[in-house]
C-alpha cells in the first residue's frame, strides 16, 4: 500500500513534464509555436551536453555555488540568532517585527546599483545582496518557532528543574526546529534567485551570466537549456535541504 501511495504520484508528477515536453515538440514541428521564441524540446535537451563540453557550465555553476554558499552561512550565522533573539526581547521584537517583515515583501534585487557602489563590482556584492533578500523569512520564522513552543512543553521542563539554558536546547530548540528550517528554506530560495538574476544584470561570473551571454548570442536552444539547467538545481538544492531537516530531526 505504502509503495503503490509513492509510485502513482512518482508516475503521475513525471508523465505531466513528459505529456506537456511532448506537446510543444509537436506545436513546434508544425510552426503552431514559433520555432524563433520556443525551439523544441529534444533541441533544449540536446544542448544540455554542448553546455558541458562547450560553454563550462561547471564552472559558472561552482561560481553560483560559492556566493550561495556564503550567503547561506550569513542566513545561518545571522538569521537564526537573530530571530531567537526577537522571540525573547519583546520590545525590540514590537520595534523591528513590522520594518522586517516590510523587507521581506521589498524588491531588494532593484538596489544592486547601490550595493554596487558599496561593494565595488565583484562577488561580495551579489552575495551581500543575495543576504540581505533571505534575511527576512529566516528572522521572522526563527521567532515564530521559538514563541510557538507549546506552554505544556514548557511546564514539563520546569517540573524537571530544568535551567533557562536547559529548557532552550532541550525543549524550545527541538520544537521551533521545523519552523526555522522553513524559514532558512525559503531564505536560501530567496537567495538562490537573487544570485543568479544579479549575476544575470551585471554579467560578473555564474549561470546567471552563461544565459545572458547565450541570449545575446541568440543561441535559443542553449539558453533555454541553461535555464532549466538552474531549474534542475534549485529542485536539487531544495530535497537537499529537506534531506538535511528531516536528519537533524532525527537527530534532535
Given at each position: 500500500?505504502?509503495a503503490s501511495r ?15 515536453l511532448i ?6 514541428r508544425?510552426n503552431?509555436?514559433?520555432q524563433?521564441v520556443?525551439?523544441r ?25 560559492l556566493e ?32 522586517i517583515?516590510?523587507?521581506a ?5 532593484l ?12 562577488p ?6 543575495a543576504?540581505?533578500?533571505g534575511l527576512?523569512?529566516?528572522i521572522?520564522n526563527?521567532m515564530?518557532?521559538?514563541n ?18 536547559q529548557?532552550?536546547w532541550k ?74 531537516e528531516?536528519?537533524?530531526?532525527l537527530?534532535?
Amino acid at each position: 500500500m505504502t509503495a503503490s501511495r509513492a509510485f502513482w504520484p512518482f508516475v503521475l508528477r513525471w508523465g505531466s513534464v513528459i505529456g506537456v515536453l511532448i506537446i510543444v515538440e509537436i506545436l513546434v514541428r508544425y510552426n503552431i509555436l514559433n520555432q524563433y521564441v520556443l525551439p523544441r524540446p529534444s533541441e533544449i535537451l540536446g544542448s544540455l551536453g554542448r553546455l558541458v563540453t562547450e560553454e563550462n557550465v561547471l564552472g559558472y555553476f561552482a561560481i553560483t555555488m560559492l556566493e550561495v554558499g556564503v550567503a547561506a552561512i550569513g542566513l545561518i550565522a545571522i538569521g537564526i540568532p537573530f530571530g531567537i533573539f526577537l522571540a525573547y526581547r519583546h520590545d525590540f521584537r514590537h520595534a523591528w517585527r513590522d520594518w522586517i517583515a516590510g523587507l521581506a515583501a521589498a524588491p531588494v534585487v532593484l538596489m544592486y546599483p547601490l550595493f554596487l557602489v558599496v561593494f565595488g563590482r565583484g562577488p561580495m556584492t551579489i552575495t551581500m545582496i543575495a543576504l540581505v533578500t533571505g534575511l527576512p523569512p529566516v528572522i521572522l520564522n526563527a521567532m515564530q518557532g521559538v514563541n510557538g513552543t507549546r506552554e505544556v512543553l514548557l511546564n514539563v521542563g520546569r517540573s524537571f528543574n530544568l535551567s533557562s539554558q536547559q529548557q532552550f536546547w532541550k525543549i524550545v530548540l527541538p520544537s521551533a526546529l521545523p519552523q526555522i528550517f522553513l524559514g532558512l528554506r525559503l531564505g536560501l530560495i530567496y537567495t538562490m534567485i537573487t544570485v543568479v538574476a544579479v549575476e544575470y544584470l551585471i554579467t560578473l561570473g555564474g549561470l546567471g551570466q552563461l544565459v545572458g551571454e547565450l541570449a545575446e548570442r541568440y543561441d535559443l536552444a542553449a539558453t533555454y537549456a541553461a535555464v532549466c539547467f538552474v531549474v534542475g538545481v534549485s529542485i536539487l538544492f531544495f530535497v537537499f535541504l529537506e534531506w538535511v531537516e528531516r536528519w537533524l530531526r532525527l537527530s534532535a
